[in-house]
């Protein structure tokens, strides 16, 4: 399966290794996967159609083994500069997504790579903010996610500075899942959507989503949020199907209702 049609290149190529997982692989290897906002564009639809395509449960998201993407496109900064509504695209997926990192995740990279709700790492991965190098900053997420995730201190470094860590280090300060090496980075990452996949669905996309607010609301607007969402997911026919498969002493068949 592949996500362009015709002579227009597939830059995002989408393979389904499981039934209900996705891979979807960025793919301008001789740029080191810039992100190019026709790349961008290509990895919106892609993911917004798998969204909601009623079977896929956990989507990969990987480079090749030199970069998962060095960056937006700096090529097309002259131009026009990255599209603002593609992130925004990107950012409003409802699957849960994980980023299979190895080599380079370096700014747009980085930032693509901690928009999705799970990382895992190579231990040699070069992840950092370089936008200082080219007189500018992070725009899709690099002071904020990066700074929530790891703390001012080190963020302050990777912004300021253009500081890399390793994928170790990443694993060290919060931002990775799991640091593994380079070869077992893609089947750890599909691991874990396999095992996200067995999930009640749309418990997992409400989770998704309520712990995304944990970043933009205060603590008690989002208790509330997670109170609400909690009681009607305790409606839904899959929470009567695990409560009723955990007294039965069965394991739960989900319908994603
Ligand atoms: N863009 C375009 N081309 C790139 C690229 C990039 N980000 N990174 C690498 N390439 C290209 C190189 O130009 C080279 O092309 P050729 O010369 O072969 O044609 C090829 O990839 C191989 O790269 P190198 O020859 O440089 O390879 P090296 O191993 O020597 O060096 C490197 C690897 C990663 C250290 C180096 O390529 C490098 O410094 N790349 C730039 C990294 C960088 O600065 N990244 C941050 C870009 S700024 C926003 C959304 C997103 C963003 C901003 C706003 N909004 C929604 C508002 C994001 C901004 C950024 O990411």
Known sequence: ???STGSEQAV?????????????RLNRPKVLNALSNALAEQLAGTLERLDADGVT????????????????DIAEFASEGPHLEVWDRIWAVGLPTIAA????????????????????????ARLGQPEINLGVIPGAGGTQRLTR???????????????????REAELH???????????????????????????PHAVRT??????????????AGLLDE???????????????????????????????
């Not at 931002?175 to 067995?198: F, G, Q, S, Y």
């Not at 109170?227 to 319908?255: M, N, T």
Request: proline share 3%; charged share 25%.
């Open 57 to 72: 449960r956990a989507v990969v998201i990987a480079g090749d083994d030199r970069a998962f993407a060095a960056g937006a």
């Open 1 to 3: 399966m592949s996500s």
């Open 149 to 167: 995730t790891v703390g001012k201190t080190l963020a302050t470094e990777m912004v300021l500075l253009g500081r890399e860590i390793s994928g």
């Open 101 to 124: 990192v190895r080599g380079l995740a370096l700014g747009g990279g980085l930032e693509l790579a901690m928009s999705c709700d799970m990382m895992v790492v190579a231990d040699d």
């Open 227 to 257: 109170r609400r969402a909690f009681y009607a997911l305790l409606q839904s026919e899959d929470a009567r199907e695990g409560i009723a498969a955990f007294l039965e002493k069965r394991k739960p068949v989900w319908q994603g209702r």
């Open 174 to 200: 919060g931002l990775a899942n799991r640091a593994v090496p380079a070869e077992r980075v893609l089947p750890v990452a599909l691991d874990l959507a396999k095992r996200l996949a067995k999930q009640a």
């Open 207 to 220: 989770a998704k989503k309520i712990i995304a607010r944990a970043f933009e609301e205060s603590l008690h």
């Open 12 to 24: 995002v190529v989408t393979e389904r290794p499981h039934e209900h997982v996705a891979l979807v």
